[in-house]
């Protein structure tokens, strides 16, 4: 695919300032604008644009100012905050994304990112190998708004042709940004707590699995997904994606191997509710078969990469 003006909406979270990253390095040629609600990187050289995802007509503006052709939404509220402010988080969610895919339709963009989540699931959903098509019945906002969104992007893709595609992602792990309030980012902070050597209280069981993703996985394969030849997606709601699944025991005694006395203990709250309404493992059978895809990252790799990333900060 030949480089274009891509815009990043929700550039500053855990996702977009990395993807920035990825995608510059990948397309040298092309201007990656970032926007969001605030600029989290004044010291970045960038172009950059603070943007509400709601607000059609400042998006107009600048598809228009850098002549945009792909844009990547990716401004969302996760599962715990959302479930502590529900009627926000579906305006954030489910207007946002409906602002873009007008505007996508409207400005022709050649190709449009979304994502989804394995909040997208529900309680009835098979929780071990979850399939590509199954039951969704999902109990957050947030995972309502993914259920629905997929179903937005696929009839903006019959009706208008508009080439939309997404991934269903598991929790992601970086160390480059903070916890942002995803009911899987303790297996963030429990990088945090073990370097600086801290106790760390859990706040989902020691026995509740969940499938997780180190967030290198996690751009090389939206980066695969959007360079993939049109016949080869099928999936037009969103693509199952997995790479390892662990519960809280298992990623605390993985960083135990690394770090002896790190000590851990589980004070499971409202996120539990939550962790045990979602798949603890995925089946993404179809997303390999259709584009090749394969994750790098496994345990040992992930608690490797972690602790190093993150020492330098605690350390120096």
């Not at 999902?138 to 019959?158: A, D, I």
Request: charged share 25%; hydrophobic share 40%; with cysteine.
């Amino acid at each position: 695919m030949n480089p274009m003006n891509i815009l990043i909406i929700g550039s500053e979270g855990q996702l977009g300032s990395e993807l920035y990253d990825a995608l510059v390095l990948k397309y040298p040629s092309a201007k990656v604008v970032c926007s969001d609600i605030r600029n989290a990187f004044p010291e970045k050289e960038r172009n950059f644009e603070i943007l509400d995802a709601t607000d059609a007509p400042a998006l107009d503006r600048i598809i228009e100012k850098y002549q945009i052709s792909q844009i990547y939404h990716l401004a969302a509220i996760l599962s715990a905050r959302g479930e502590q402010n529900p009627l926000w988080a579906w305006d954030i969610n489910m207007r946002g994304l409906l602002v873009v895919l007008e505007a996508a339709v409207k400005h022709k963009i050649h190709r449009m990112y979304w994502p989804s989540s394995i909040a997208a699931f529900g309680p009835n959903t098979p929780r071990v190998q979850t399939p590509q098509q199954v039951v969704m019945d999902p109990n957050t906002v947030y995972g309502m708004s993914k259920q629905v969104g997929e179903l937005w992007c696929r009839y903006y893709f019959e009706k208008y042709g508009l080439d939309v595609r997404s991934l269903r992602y598991p929790g992601i792990i970086s160390y480059k940004t903070l916890p942002g309030g995803g009911t899987t980012d303790y297996a963030i902070d429990i990088f945090h707590k073990a370097l600086k050597g801290e106790k760390f209280t859990c706040f989902l069981g020691p026995e509740t699995p969940l499938p997780m993703m180190y967030i290198d996985d996690a751009i090389r394969a939206t980066l695969e997904l959007m360079e993939a030849p049109t016949e080869q997606i099928k999936e037009r709601t969103s693509y199952n994606l997995a790479a390892l699944s662990f519960t809280p025991e298992q990623l605390g005694e993985a960083i135990k191997k690394a770090i002896p006395g790190f000590e851990m203990d589980y004070a499971p709250d409202f996120r539990q509710k939550i962790a045990d309404s979602w798949p603890g493992s995925i089946d993404d059978s179809e997303a390999r078969k259709d584009w090749g895809w394969n994750h790098q990252f496994g345990m040992d790799e992930l608690v490797h990469v972690m602790l190093d990333g993150l020492k330098s900060g605690y350390l120096s």
